[in-house]
């Protein structure tokens, strides 16, 4: 099958535009996917939106689509869902019209091979699968973190994937799981989406997330902890990570500080885990999750541009947001 793909691009900070390539036809163990959704990272998506990501550096060594640098004009994205609508040589007759998501920059259709595809399975709708990738972070962030017996957690940054991480938090029997956003709009949406309630205290947690991506989120992270606390780091502030307080109460505390990143896991984990492990886990949670009602937004692709600008404004009534094709 030969044909035209529509591909999105960054052409300059806080500008993205469409472009019409031919798409020829798959290889051999590769299918051709027709697009049906794609969601927008508000995070790391919008660093590199905003340009706050040096030129030059790598977007994601460990993801075929992502295996470029940051030049303008390039490709960035990680949440499709499609279905295969072709077969390239030696691909067994049923994978095609399977449903499946793909780590693929935005895009109306594209080629891959299948060992990069992930089906989905069939009581998902898209738009409870599109979340795969930000619950697979937050999956992998809550490893890290290894929650304890009646801890008192804090969560800092209430974007989806602090929502989420919230959540797995949620099933945890800790003593307390406060949350915290610049946004008091979120904070209750998100409380909302999980239950229960804060515990109104303000400092002295055992454990604490930074999801904020901004040194002010880190910096109340760091403040909120008691001694010999652990922080988790989760958010890719872009160039330099800055730690407010690094050379008082960063120190004092003892903190111990652990950076989380879902394309690995850690050492001491892999033992007992496995990225297949992690990935059928993540499956079966988001079967009886409804983390489609986080999606506050849904735009045709051509919208793109204001997809992005929507995402930047940082209102409480704009959360997770989609592009849909035709």
């Known amino acids: 099958m030969e044909g035209l793909t529509h591909r999105l691009y960054h052409t300059a900070p806080r500008t993205v535009a469409w472009r019409t390539e031919p798409l020829g036809r798959p290889a051999a163990g590769s299918v051709s996917v027709r697009t049906t959704l794609s ?8 660093l590199f939106f905003r340009g706050d990501v040096d030129e030059g550096t790598d977007l994601d060594p460990h993801l075929q689509g992502l295996s470029g640098k940051a030049c303008y004009p390039f490709r960035y994205g990680y949440c499709l869902c499609g279905v295969v609508n072709a077969l390239g040589a030696g691909v067994a007759p049923e994978w095609l019209h399977r449903r499946v998501f793909a780590f693929e920059p935005h895009c109306s259709s ?32 809550v490893l890290d973190a290894s929650p304890r017996w009646k801890e008192k957690a804090v969560v800092f940054g209430l974007g989806p994937l602090g929502a989420l991480t ?12 406060d949350l915290r956003d610049q946004l008091p709009g979120r904070q209750l949406m998100v409380r909302n989406w999980i239950g229960g309630e804060d515990s109104g205290a303000s400092s002295d947690f055992d454990l604490a997330f930074d999801l904020g991506g901004t040194p002010g989120s880190l910096a109340a992270a760091v403040k909120a902890l ?20 690094a050379g ?17 896991l850690a050492p001491g984990m892999t ?15 988001l079967r ?16 793109a541009q204001t997809a992005f600008e929507n995402l930047q404004q940082k209102k409480d009534d704009v959360f997770q947001v989609v592009l849909t094709y035709e």
Not at 248 to 264: D, G, M, N, P
């Open 288 to 303: 009886h999750w409804p983390v489609e009602q986080l999606i506050s937004h849904e735009l045709p692709h051509d919208q």
């Open 166 to 177: 919230a959540g797995l938090l949620s099933d945890f029997p800790l003593e307390s799981l």
């Open 226 to 245: 008691g001694f010999g606390g652990r922080l988790i780091l989760g958010s890719w502030q872009g160039r330099d990570l800055l730690i407010p307080g």
């Open 39 to 46: 969601a927008l990272s508000g995070g790391t998506e919008g």
């Open 110 to 141: 594209f080629h891959a091979p299948i060992s990069t595809l992930h089906p989905i399975p069939d009581e998902l709708d898209d738009r409870r699968a599109v979340f795969f990738p930000l619950a697979e972070t937050a999956a992998t962030l």
């Open 248 to 264: 008082a109460e960063f120190h004092r505390k003892r903190l111990e500080t652990i950076t989380s990143q879902v394309s690995t």
């Open 271 to 285: 033992a007992r885990w496995t990225m297949e492990r992690r990935t059928k886990q993540v499956w079966d949670t």
